[in-house]
């Protein structure tokens, strides 16, 4: 292998990395996971308002049953007004019974623009929407910042929006993690060109972290070759993240595509409802796999908007604003839903088509950071310029 294809080899690895630091935080151990759902979910048809007879008029092919015990296909009830999509009765439902988890509605950005990538890209640089962009700041990438003893990761093929800025951060592809292509011997030779300059220490920490993921993952892999059922999908990945943040990391990125149902959507059961099942699956195989860590671990999921409230010609539902975000982990004060409400009906919908955003989501994270890791008000607003944190009681 010649300079240049060591170096071209260095450069495929997608892995460099961050410093070690000491976290200043009072949770010393406290890990955070964002999973960000691609394409804008249906957050009316997880997080269901089936007190609402207007969502039932809005949606004639695609609501879920009111709670019925004897109805598999029916809504699980999380309280009077609001209620949880049955794919998700045995993974998430058993959390919020255990107050692990709480839902948050009419949540989301002031981005109009309904475009999923335009969208994508403000959440993940968590700026101020109308002033000018920085897109190679985002707010993951200042929550490192901001922390000490920080271990982030992306668990995406390539650096996230949300993690650039600040210090390198190393990203992998969980799903397509195989034998490293570059032999030990080769990855001392690259070593050794970098020895003296800059990018040494980035060079031998990112051969340590693509060694130690290859490693969690092959050790899993030989257990599963005993008997055990393979996952697939997203619950795959997502017992691998929760082994390697279990272990070394403690700031975790990932994404989840194939949320834009535009058309034939379902209702109970259906292509939203097996997305459900397999991120259900995926998350509550996440908790075990953190295992007693949970109880210091913080995962949220959001997506970019919701979608209208009323189903369109196609049984489907078009894209909207406001949605819902979930917060999940041992800590949580779970088991409600938190933020503030108004009824789901025609009276109160956004421009008369989905929901409206009553929890601006800066706000919201703002104050799930400072009580998951005691940030100050300065620190908050490095994170999240000109947003003031929103004290939900998450945790």
């Given at each position: 292998?010649?300079?240049?294809?060591?170096?071209?080899?260095?450069?495929?690895?997608?892995?460099?990395?961050?410093?070690?630091?000491?976290?200043?935080?009072?949770?010393?151990?406290?890990?955070?996971?964002?999973?960000?759902?691609?394409?804008?979910?249906?957050?009316?048809n997880v997080v269901i308002p089936t007190g609402s007879d207007f969502y039932y008029r809005s949606r004639?092919?695609?609501?879920?049953?009111?709670?019925?015990?004897?109805?598999?296909?029916?809504?699980?009830?999380?309280?009077?007004?609001?209620?949880?999509?049955?794919?998700?009765?045995?993974?998430?439902?058993?959390?919020?019974?255990?107050?692990?988890?709480?839902?948050?509605?009419?949540?989301?950005?002031?981005?109009?623009?309904?475009?999923?990538?335009?969208?994508?890209?403000?959440?993940?640089?968590?700026?101020?929407?109308?002033?000018?962009?920085?897109?190679?700041?985002?707010?993951?990438?200042?929550?490192?910042?901001?922390?000490?003893?920080?271990?982030?990761?992306?668990?995406?093929?390539?650096?996230?929006?949300?993690?650039?800025?600040?210090?390198?951060?190393?990203?992998?592809?969980?799903?397509?993690?195989?034998?490293?292509?570059?032999?030990?011997?080769?990855?001392?030779?690259?070593?050794?060109?970098?020895?003296?300059?800059?990018?040494?220490?980035?060079?031998?920490?990112?051969?340590?972290?693509?060694?130690?993921?290859?490693?969690?993952?092959?050790?899993?892999?030989g257990q599963a070759d005993r008997g055990a059922v393979s996952p697939k999908g997203f619950e795959l990945s997502?017992?691998?993240?929760?082994?390697?943040?279990?272990?070394?990391?403690?700031?975790?990125?990932?994404?989840?595509?194939?949320?834009?149902?535009?058309?034939?959507?379902?209702?109970?059961?259906?292509?939203?409802?097996?997305?459900?099942?397999?991120?259900?699956?995926?998350?509550?195989?996440?908790?075990?796999?953190?295992?007693?860590?949970?109880?210091?671990?913080?995962?949220?999921?959001?997506?970019?908007?919701?979608?209208?409230?009323?189903?369109?010609?196609?049984?489907?539902?078009?894209?909207?604003?406001?949605?819902?975000?979930?917060?999940?982990?041992?800590?949580?004060?779970?088991?409600?839903?938190?933020?503030?409400?108004?009824?789901?009906?025609?009276?109160?919908?956004?421009?008369?088509?989905?929901?409206?955003?009553?929890?601006?989501?800066?706000?919201?994270?703002?104050?799930?950071?400072?009580?998951?890791?005691?940030?100050?008000?300065?620190?908050?607003?490095?994170?999240?310029?000109?947003?003031?944190?929103?004290?939900?009681?998450?945790?």
């Amino acid at each position: 292998m010649n300079r240049r294809d060591l170096i071209r080899a260095a450069a495929a690895l997608g892995l460099s990395t961050a410093a070690g630091r000491v976290w200043a935080a009072p949770k010393a151990d406290a890990r955070l996971l964002v999973v960000f759902l691609r394409g804008a979910y249906d957050a009316a048809n997880v997080v269901i308002p089936t007190g609402s007879d207007f969502y039932y008029r809005s949606r004639p092919n695609l609501a879920i049953a009111k709670p019925d015990a004897a109805d598999p296909k029916a809504a699980c009830p999380l309280d009077a007004d609001w209620s949880l999509h049955p794919a998700l009765r045995e993974t998430i439902l058993p959390l919020y019974a255990k107050g692990q988890a709480t839902f948050v509605p009419f949540a989301g950005t002031d981005d109009l623009t309904r475009s999923h990538f335009e969208t994508q890209d403000t959440i993940e640089m968590g700026q101020t929407v109308g002033a000018a962009r920085d897109y190679n700041s985002g707010f993951m990438a200042r929550l490192a910042a901001e922390l000490t003893r920080g271990r982030p990761i992306a668990f995406t093929d390539q650096m996230p929006l949300i993690f650039r800025g600040g210090e390198t951060v190393p990203n992998i592809a969980i799903n397509g993690v195989g034998k490293p292509g570059i032999d030990d011997r080769q990855a001392r030779l690259i070593a050794a060109m970098y020895t003296g300059t800059k990018l040494a220490a980035a060079v031998t920490e990112g051969f340590r972290v693509r060694d130690e993921v290859y490693r969690s993952i092959s050790e899993h892999a030989g257990q599963a070759d005993r008997g055990a059922v393979s996952p697939k999908g997203f619950e795959l990945s997502a017992r691998r993240i929760g082994r390697l943040m279990r272990d070394s990391f403690n700031l975790g990125f990932v994404d989840v595509g194939g949320w834009d149902t535009h058309v034939n959507q379902g209702a109970g059961t259906g292509y939203l409802a097996d997305r459900l099942g397999e991120l259900g699956r995926g998350l509550s195989g996440f908790v075990e796999e953190i295992g007693p860590g949970w109880s210091d671990t913080v995962v949220v999921v959001l997506s970019e908007f919701g979608r209208t409230f009323r189903e369109n010609g196609s049984r489907g539902t078009d894209h909207g604003h406001g949605s819902v975000y979930w917060i999940l982990g041992g800590g949580v004060r779970g088991a409600r839903i938190a933020g503030p409400q108004v009824q789901a009906d025609e009276a109160h919908l956004f421009q008369n088509r989905d929901y409206p955003v009553l929890t601006n989501y800066r706000g919201l994270l703002g104050g799930l950071f400072r009580r998951l890791y005691g940030l100050d008000q300065a620190s908050l607003r490095r994170i999240f310029p000109s947003a003031d944190p929103a004290d939900l009681a998450l945790l």
